[in-house]
């Protein structure tokens, strides 16, 4: 393994593995894509990855699993206007490639003609993940000592805890994109990830509390006690918390978010409805809304792919674009969207990066990266002593949006009620619904106090996943419907 | 494309048995999955995408023979060079030795498949169909969609895939089996807009032959009119009433009831029914099968992940629970022999799975369940994930219909529905009589007598 981690030393790691092992080089690359331009196409492009993924699981005291697996193939496009064809084998090669290419560009019956390619760099700017060693290449008994310490740690904690689940999480994804426009890009993306999951019990009553952390940094970080005693500190706080948690009442209140992963509520309600497919296609409920006001004044929300070490960062895109920040929503003024080259170019717009795919075997779509809200001015104290009765949620178990109505849905996984001002008993089942395009108009108070999640998320959409990453600052967000068991 | 009897995939599977073995394993299983898969997309007039593929993966699981038991590893890779193989198999075992030993993991010990019965998963003929035949299935679907109201106006397109696959599994006790299905389906999703009010919705058709699917008119006309009818949707005041889930909607309560019903949750107690085997947990009304070996089920399959044979279990008996869903490891957990219920993907190791699950039909169809309602919700689509299996608690985001006087009244938005699983389990009070199946499980339209509807 080189050690070579400036940008342009993982680029060409990459380019010279993919061209060593696989025998995937320039002329070759070139050959490939000037098949799938035999046609009449506007663009194609060739997709490859290899990828490693580990893991190392933990339960009733023992690590019972471990696991490894290797994925690898390449994906080749022809896109012809709004349509695309696409092809994938798991077969890296240049022949599999070539019948690939074959197949996706007969969207398109009309002649091309031939067309010559020449494939040069891009000279990246910056590597936001320079890590050394692959983190599958740590030794597997250094993951299981983790978890064994773990284990440990969590049942001396609190006799209430009964069950410990952990697991070591690692992958190492080298990709390469070469597209008929002459650009060959390439990147190496090294992901860690560690979960605790604690069952937590008082006589018949038994809850869970969950805890994980990751990004795109060295394991290293993760076997640091401090870091993974507080993610076991949290778990089993939240577990018991929730033992003693009462039913949530329903209806209209005012909310206080906390800052951090709560985030969430921006990535469902509002950063789906920007990416630019449902735009392009005004299947969205922001469809045509640029240049309006979607949220209070102060509000700003970007998508920023260019965070060092972000679980949701990328230095390329799934197409080769290089990532950066992108503005959603200025001042409260909807600004922008989420662009992959396709709804791009079908828009008159520009790239912005955020061209995902979860591997080989899917076509790129507009994905999020880090999505947040820029700090505000409020001391977050002061935020929930402006609350006279409401709902102060902390922390999320997951979310979901209908794109076209906007309407969404969260669960919060802890959750008090606030009452003259002060945080009071923690409540189960509390789900927050609202309309996507709306909600921001109704955010009255923005905190000091930004933070970006642990590094837990993944987006689906499509049936495709993708590590990505939320942050928010305290907000208070006013007459939003809270599901629950209390009439 | 090669049979699921290809002497070339079955030396595969069996070298990385073999691999395994000679690297120092006592037991070892594999499998390779193969599909060959093509999905067609048109939106509008359009043709959007075109995608085909092709791939192979083999998983391998190593158990190694410890003082205290057997531990074990398991590791995939589509690269299926011998030679890569054999690294894997290698690997596997190393990574095996490293994790800890587990009295209870092993294969089975016997009870393995002796016939692999036909199940009518795939039409040979199929194999043919063109990718224009199903471009024209997608293309009937917008169009009739397009055709049942001007207020169908756009769409985020009609959706047809063929998906062939093999899997082929082996065990170093000498089991060895495979078999091919189909999956072909079709789903259509138009947008109704009346000005500024927008929505969507969706219909689908699924079946392992083409000509089991419904004709695409018929499935973009469904879509359509579901999206038409929820124009104007809003929300209503907090209130306490009944909801009847539709035949869309209930299968999501069987798969939430299905996971809680795993062994894995039970022996792991994070099962809000752990400890109520025999007692009674849904109302009387309710009976929930699981049957691996219906003919064409989209669920079936001849024998389980771990070459076990599937079979018929009745898991809940007019409201009474008869049986966890369990695979061999689960199984030893909790001293029960395995219900054939283990699942196998190429990328891990067995675990539970439900195979062709559904409620059994009662009486009434969804109109005479929602005419024999005085006032409640008819939900039409579910989102979020409010349910927390340990304690039963749910709370999910809902859109539908709302009844009053036994008469759909409105389109209802942006509320939730609450309460806690075991009471709605208890409360359903009307089971309808139309089972359809659309997925790997089927639920007829249930009412639960009373929820919590949050609003406005």
Known sequence: MTTDRTSEGTREESLSFFKDRFGVDEKSLEATLETALERRVDYADAYFEYTTQDSVSLEEGIVKDGSRHLDQGVGVRAQSGERQGYAHSDEISIDSAQIAAGTARAISDQNGGSQAIALGGERAQRNLYPVEESPTDTPVETKVALLDQIDRYARALDPCVKQVMASVITQHRRILVASSDGRLSADIQPLVRLNIQVIAADGDKREVGYEGMGGRYPIDRLMEPSNWKRMVDEAVRVAKLNLNSIPCPAGSMNVVLGPGWPGILLHEAIGHGLEGDFNRKKTSAFSDKLGQRVASEGVTVVDDGTLPERRGSINIDDEGTPSRQNVLIENGILVGYLHDRLNAGLMGMEPTGNGRRESYAHMPLPRMTNTFMLAGQDDPEEILKSVDRGLYAVSFGGGQVDITSGKFVFSASEAYLIEDGQVGAPVKGATLIGNGPDVLTRVSRIGNDLELDRGVGTCGKDGQGVPVGVGLPTVRIDDLIVGGTEG | ?456
């Open chain 2, 1 to 456: 494309m090669s049979s699921p009897q290809n002497a070339s995939d079955h030396e595969l599977v069996a070298r990385a048995i073999e691999g395994a073995r000679k690297a120092g394993a006592s037991q070892a299983d594999a499998v390779l999955v193969r599909s060959d898969s093509q999905e067609v997309k048109v939106r509008n007039e359009e043709i959007e995408h075109v995608k085909r593929a092709n791939e192979r993966c083999l998983g391998i699981r190593a158990l190694v023979a410890q003082e205290a038991g057997l531990s074990s590893a398991v590791t995939s890779t589509c690269d299926l060079d011998p030679e890569a193989i054999d690294r894997m198999a290698q690997e596997t075992v190393a990574l095996a030795r490293a994790t800890a030993a587990d009295p209870h993991a092993g294969l089975p010990e016997d009870g393995f498949a002796e016939d692999i019965p036909d199940l009518e998963l795939m039409k040979a003929s199929d194999r043919n169909v063109s990718v224009e035949a199903r471009i024209e299935d997608a293309r009937r679907a917008e169009s009739a969609a397009r055709e049942v109201d001007p207020r169908i106006n756009n769409s985020e397109g009609s959706e047809a895939a063929s998906d062939f696959s093999e899997i082929i599994y082996h065990n170093s006790r000498g089991f060895q089996g495979g078999y091919s299905s189909a999956y072909h389906s079709l789903f259509s999703q138009p947008l109704a807009s009346d000005g500024e009010n927008k929505q969507r919705d969706y219909w689908m058709t699924v079946s392992r032959q083409i000509a089991g699917l419904e004709d695409p008119a018929a499935v973009g006309r469904k879509a359509a009119e579901r999206a038409i009818r929820r124009l104007g949707g809003r929300s209503v005041p907090t209130c306490e009433v009944p909801v009847i889930f539709d035949s869309l909607t209930a299968p999501s309560l069987l798969g939430q009831l299905a996971g809680c019903l795993s062994g894995y949750s039970i022996y792991r107690e994070s099962s809000f029914l752990a400890g109520c085997m025999g007692q009674s947990i849904a109302s009387s009304a309710v009976t929930v099968i699981d049957d691996g070996r219906l003919p064409g089920g989209l669920g079936s399959k001849p024998f389980d992940g771990e070459g076990l044979p599937t079979r018929r279990n009745v898991l809940v008996d007019d409201g009474r629970l008869e049986s966890w869903l369990l695979d061999s490891y689960s199984g030893r957990k909790l001293g029960l022999p395995s219900t054939g219920n283990a699942s196998r993907g190429a990328g891990s190791g067995p675990g539970v799975g439900t195979t062709n699950l559904w409620i059994e039909a009662g009486q009434g169809t969804l109109d005479e369940i929602i005419a024999d309602t005085e006032k409640g919700l008819l939900v039409t689509e579910l989102i979020g994930m409010g349910f927390n299996p340990i304690t039963g608690d749910y709370s999910r985001g809902a859109s539908g219909l709302w009844i009053e006087a036994g008469q759909i009244t409105h389109p209802v938005e942006e509320i939730t529905i609450a309460g806690n699983f075991r009471d709605m389990l208890l409360g359903i009070d009307a089971v309808g009589s139309e089972l359809v199946w659309r997925s790997r499980s089927a639920a007829p339209p249930l009412r639960v007598g009373q929820m919590t509807v949050a609003g406005q």
